[in-house]
Each structure stands twice: as C-alpha cells, then as structure tokens.
C-alpha cells in the first residue's frame, strides 16, 4: 500500500535516514520505534510527502508520491508530534476550519465535526478555547483534526508524549477501535516500547538514522530467544557484590537499579546456583532472582547497547 | 479557502487585546501625546502673550490743534487756505489715532492700554508690569500738525520705553509705532504735492495683488500630521503581526496540516498577502475615523484618501509576506523582531513620523519617500493640503513598486515544499 524504498535524507552534513527501506500494508498498526533523535519524525515526513528525500522513492498504490503526492494526501491524516492547533481558538473552531482545508462543508462539515468531537470525547468543551484544555485533550483534538476527512492510513508521532496515564490509555483505547471498527491504516511512531508491544502488528525499530530491526512482535522479540533476562532483588547491595557480577563474562547488558539488578545470560548458563554462591560470599541477602519475559527494551539495549528513553 | 484563512487570522487577531491594543490603541495615544505636546512647534508657535502699555501725553491734544489753528488764522495765508487747512487739522489728531490702533479690535488681546498723567512717569517707568511706555512731548502734535501742513521746524519726537525682559512686548510696540510714523510720512509726502491719499487708495484697487504665504495649500495642524504619522508608522507594525501569527502555524505544523490537506503554498501565500492588506487598512480607516471624530482631521478629496491607504496598504501586505518568507526560510523569528524593533523605528524616523524630518534636509527628504510609509506620508499631507492625486503619482507608483519588489523577493524566498524542506 504505502512504501519507502531506501530512502535517505540529508540535512547539510546530517544523514537524518539512512537507506530505510519499510512498507504498511492496509488495515495494520505498525510501529515505528526508537530513541529520540532516531529519525523518526523526518521518515514520516518523507512518508507523508512533506519532506522530499536526498536518495530513494516513496511509492502509494505502487506509484512514486515524490512528484506527484495528491493521491496520497487525499487519504493521509497526520497527527504531528507537536500540538498543531490554534490555542485561540475554540475546539469546534479549530475542527471547523480544519474541515474546511480538507474542503468539507455545510452540513457535511458540521455533522464530521460532531461525530469526531465525540469520538475523541471532547463534545462536552467544544465551545471551550484549546488554551484551557489540558495536555491529554489538547492530544486528543490533535488526533480528532486529523481523522476529519475519514483518512484511510493515520500517521501518529508520538501522540502520547507528555500526558498523564488516562488520557494516553484513552488515545491507545481509540486508535485500536480506529484499526479495528473500520479498517484504518495506522503508522504509530513512539519511544514508549509498551504502547507498540499495545498496539502494533508489526514493529520497525531505528535508531542513528538506520532501521536495526523489524518484522512482528515475536520475530523481534525471537533476536534474544537465546538469551534469558534475568531480575536479581535485595534491600541492598555492595561494591563487592556488584564488582564480582560485572566481572563474570557470561554476564552482560547488566543494569543496576536501587534494589534490582537485571542482566543477560545464555539461556545455556546456570546462573541461579552461581547467584547464590556470590551472596553468601558477598554478604548480600537476596529476596528474588526471576527469569523476566523479552521485551523490545531488551531487544533495544540488546542492539544499540542503550536504552529507548536514554 | 483564501477567505476561511483570512476569517481564521481575524479570529486570532481579535482574541489577542494585547495586539489589538497596540495597533489601535497606541497609535491613538502617540496622536493625542503628540499632537498636543508639539503642537505649538508644529502650528506655527502661537504665544500666549498679552502686556501692559502705557501712554503719557504731556499736553492735551486738542488745545494743540486749537492752538495750530489760531496760528493760520494770525498768519498771512489766504482765507480759504485756512478754511481747509484748519477744517483738516482739526481731523489730524496723531495721538488719539495711535491710542485708537492700539486699543482697536485686533491688538486688544495683545494690548491692555492705560493712560498715565505726565507726573507719574518715573512711578511707570519703575513699575515692572508695565512691558513698555510711549511718552508724546508738549507741542508734539502742534509740532507736527506745523511740520504737514506748513513744512515749519522739524518733526516731533515720541519717546519709546520699554521695560529690559519684555522684548518681544517691545519690538511689538516699537513696530506699531513705525507703521504708524510711515504712514504719516507718506501722508505728509503725498499732502505737500498736493495728492489726496483717499484718492491713491482708490487707484490702488485698480491693481489687484494676490497676496499669500509661500505654500498656498491648507495649512497641517499637528493633529493631523502626527494622525498621518501615526498611522502609517503602526500600519507597519501589522506586518510583523501577522508574519508572527504566520511563523506560530510553520512552528506549530499548522502550515504543514494545509500542505497535507493539498492547500497550495500559495494559496496560504496569497492569504498572507491580504491578510497584511485588509488588516493594515482596517487599521488605518479605524484610526483616522477616530482622528476624524475626536480630532476634526478631515480629507479634502476622500477618492484620493482612499487611493492612498490601498496602495500603502499593499505596501503592508508585501512586507508582511516577505517577513513570513524569510522567517520560513530561516526556520527563525529573528526577522520579525528586528523588523517591529529596529526597522520600524528608522522608517517612521525618516519618513517624518516623529517630527517634520525632511524640512530640514531635501536629502533626508528623497530617502524619507524612499521608504512606503514616508512615500505614504507625503501624499496623504500632499492631499490634506489640498493638492490633487495626480501630484502624487510618484509616490504612489513607488509605494506601488515597493510592495510588488516584497512580494517577488516573498515569493522566491518561500520554501517550495512543506515548511521543513
């Protein structure tokens, strides 16, 4: 349906991406991962036609958008990182003349403004001015403008940024009901790793510029299928303790927290009875050793040796 | 759509008070400061001056004219010659016609006369409300009724004083007092060669002179000139006004929302440009409609007022999409700043916003036109003095040139693909 077909983009000397090549195929969530400054928002706006690329091609329904991008933005709603609204405006005025640059109006306009302000459950305030709403209701606007003209593939950057927990559940909760009722297309980009493990079917994951991984979530996960992640608990820990698990060479992508340390293993290695062995010769009292589940944190700071929010 | 933008930006613009105050509200005020505080400057420095005068006359004027007429009558001339020279002295009372000019309907909110007997002199003359004194001698008109009529001794002598720290009250006087002496020479002049002056008065119309001030237009009060300066110098400030509002959409990925919803750039372009226009129109109409009413600043020919204010307009409209272009260019808002703090302020300086700049210089003058609002400026005083439009062509066809200029640079310089391309 939609593709980038190793699409590179310089700014001066930066390369902002580097030979990316990914397809969304109708009716999917797929994920874009990564770090801030991994290249994300600039992939989307070469995706969207707002950006044109140094090298490579973007190609809607098999034909190239680069020249051509119309048939694409008849059916693109992008939902930019930033609050793109005009704060002194109402909601229903901000819907309102959005509509009309989507070339909606009369009754049709009015009826689409209703209908989305009660998708995104803000019917309630729509005489209210976007200045007074909160962070989360300003995000939920921010994603009803761009679903007014019914887009048929919803490109969001990160919309969840900033917001308190019941406003971001409410935004993952509608994009789902979005993919799921009627079939829309969803580009979600996001360094929350938990909001596209939520939502996405397939999941690309860049960094520096350059995809370092992609396909579905098990594929991704299956990169550390042999290695285990494992969560050692105690009230506390020493210098000795810590020294002598940095030291074991089975030991790596160690990370120590104030009562947790997690680490990678083998799945081949017997890492209990050496834990255990090392407390007692430490003096540190261990409350809990889990063999934890993989996420795509773990398959993060598995490929780039950092963590998503670092 | 060009018409929901421009409805959007009204929107935007009538919920900012703040903004609204400083394009109404500051232009209004800086007239009301200005025109009042440099008012005087400005109209010509009316002062408000009024001083005591006094006159002594040390013998009666008419015992004098008596006594002139007893001396015909005593002399050798013929009869008839005494008839009409004394039926004509009796008319010629120099004293009292000074005292009559002084005291006329034209002097008297200068002038507060009193006559003081001869023995109080020296108390006058100490007394330092009084800004001046004329002292007439005995004999003085008898002196010089002998000196016209009988060219007899020599002409008489008044005295002048006038009080050290009331100069102007003086000179005032003094130069009274010299119309008044040559109008009598001529009469005398014109008496001895046996001319009537009522009959050159008469002749005198037959040579009609125009008589006017070197610019023969309307004169500009200050209310007017600083409404004109006023308004053509905060009409500017729309510019960046509206370039800012525009720059928040680029910032905000609003202008990338219309790219994404096939709006053309140039359609946002276009609306940036009327934007600017209507605005700065508005603008202006609102503020000389005020002057109109509180200020009585009226336009002698409203079609040329009009013709006026849309080409500067214009003028704002190009300067308002060449700032957001080169903002957008320059992913900055620097631009805009330096406009509305710097740029602004040398404009409205040269164009003579503040005061009459290019009185001064011709030089100043020609670069002071060279900028929209001073090219604007000279043709709304040009037409509030009367003048006709057509003396104004080469303001209006520079003004007219500049905003294309801003316009085409605007054009060149906004970026051709979305605002992060």
Redesign the interface.
Known sequence: MLELIDVSKKFKQNAAVKSMNMFIEKGEIVGLLGPNGAGKSTAI?IL?????PTSGDVKYQQKSIIKNP?AL??I?G?V?Q?????E??TAE?NMK??G????LKGEKLNMKVQEVLEQIGLSDRRKD?VKTFSGGMKRRLNIG?AML?DPEILVMDEPTVGIDPQSRHYILQTVKRLNQERQMTVLYTSHYMEEVEFLCDRIYIMDKGSLIASGTKDEIKRILASENTISVKADYWNDAFIEKLKANPVIHQMNVEEKEITFVVSREVNIFTKLAKLAEETNVSLNAVDVKNVTLEDVFLHLTGRALRD | ?IL?MIK?QA??LL??PMELLLLLGLPILLIAILGTALGNIMDGGEIDLQFKLAVIENEAESEQVAQFIAKLESGNLPEEVIEELSSTAATVQPVATLTDVLQSEELEELIILEKVSPNELTEVTEDDSYAAIIEFPEGFTYELLSQLFLDEGRPPEMTVYHNEGAEIAGNIVEQIVTAYQEEYTVGSFLGRNGIDPEQLKLLSTDFKQEVSSINQHNPVNSKAYYTIGMVVMNALFMAPTIASIAFREK????F????????SRWVYFISVLLTGMLFAFIQSLVVFTFAYIVFDVTWPDLAAFFIITFFFALAVGGLTTLLTAISYRIHSERIISFFSGVIVTIFAFLGGSFFPIGENSAFIQRLGDLTPNGAAMSAYLSIIRGEAIMDNTDHLIFICCFALAAIIIGVLTFPK?????
Do not use: C, T
């Open positions: 706006s969207s036609s707002l950006v044109e119309v933005r008849k693109i992008i930019p930033e609050i793109a609204l005009y002194d405006l005025e003349f959005f009309r640059i989507y070339r001015m403008v003209h | 759509m929901q959007k929107l935007l919920r900012n910032q905000d990925n609003i990338d929302r219309m790219i994404l919803a096939d709006i693909r979305g605002a992060a391309a």
